[in-house]
């Protein structure tokens, strides 16, 4: 029988608890957000370019958000959609939508914090995330600051906890704060898309809804990935219209952007570890060249380290298994 003068520690034991007890950084499961892609139809449909990522129907976004919560993931941020596009995306703030009436269900049947994201790519015949004027020239401000309010204000009727506008339109913020307190959402909170880079590691995402602009490209709205002064004045200024959340887009080229953000404002500060950031070490997994595992936690801990409160990520539910 063993006793207690039987038992031999372990060095690299004693070690590893002695490395974990002054670790700087903890990387947790509850700081984790995954993002979830909506279809109409009844079966799910895999996203070739992102391995293990679908577009879902209803019922099939209710039993992922069910494991979601079970593993433990606190949150998740909704992308609709509709097979009818036109111009003006006016399916987008349609509330007896498919997407609308999945929201209700989800509320339905779930605690889990719902931020639905609030643009117009996925729903305009053009793939711009705003209205084009009728010249075909440029993004209508107005009418875009309109139709997103719009869509924030349906988002909210049909039970969301959160709205993320991800436009990158001038005064968005402002003016989905305005129509949300207008129609009795105060307590619905805001996620900005406040800093979102025009980035070339959203690729994987845009063939989710075939969402790329079929003329020009999204320049003119989103960042110069080369600007870093323009970042913390477009987080302070979406802070000062009423974000409660501001956003950082996207992660691992911008993590000295996340830090400098962080510094900056007095509110929580969340970073999306993109597509394309996904999708690269998907295929060198398949190739053998890395082990997604170790090299996904390591990139994660970066956007936490960098000072990232919240992290969305599409690894957030293998994640919280491997935490």
């Known amino acids: 029988m063993a006793n207690a003068h039987s038992y031999k520690p372990s060095r690299l034991r004693r070690a590893e608890s002695l490395r974990s007890l002054v670790r700087e950084t903890r990387l947790d499961k509850e700081s ?79 605690d889990i914090v719902l931020i639905a994201d609030v643009c117009l790519c996925a729903y305009t015949s053009h793939g711009h995330c705003g209205i084009v004027d009728k010249k075909g020239a440029k993004i209508d401000h107005q009418k875009t600051l309109d139709a997103l309010a719009k869509i924030a204000v349906s988002y909210a009727e049909a039970g969301v906890d959160m709205v993320a506008p991800s436009a990158m339109t001038d005064g968005q913020v402002k003016s989905i704060r305005e129509a949300l307190d207008k129609n009795d959402f105060g307590e619905t909170a805001i ?22 602009p079929v003329f020009g490209d999204r320049k003119s709205y989103q960042m110069d990935p080369g600007n870093k002064r323009e970042a913390l004045r477009e987080a302070m200024l979406d802070v000062k219209e009423g974000a409660d959340i501001v956003m950082v887009k996207p992660a691992l080229a911008y993590l000295d952007i996340i830090g400098a953000v962080r510094e900056k404002v007095d509110v929580p500060v969340a970073a999306y570890n993109v597509s394309g950031e996904y999708s690269m070490v998907k295929a060198a997994q398949l190739k053998g060249w890395l082990d997604e595992k170790t090299v996904a936690l390591e990139m994660l801990n970066s956007i936490k380290r960098a000072g990232a409160d919240m992290i969305i990520t599409y690894w957030a539910k293998e994640a919280a298994q491997w935490i």
């Open 32 to 110: 984790l957000i995954m993002p979830l892609f909506f279809k109409e139809g009844k079966a799910a449909e895999a996203i070739p370019s992102m391995p293990g990522i679908s577009k879902m129907p209803e019922t099939v976004l209710l039993k992922e958000i069910e494991a979601l919560d079970k593993l433990g993931i606190k949150a998740v941020l909704l992308f609709g959609a509709a097979n009818g596009k036109d111009e003006s995306g006016s399916a987008s703030y349609d509330e007896k939508s498919a997407f609308h009436k999945a929201i209700r269900a989800i509320k339905r049947t779930s």
């Open 191 to 212: 996620m900005s898309y406040s800093v979102k880079y025009a980035s070339s590691f959203y690729g994987p995402f845009r063939d989710i809804y075939k969402s790329s």
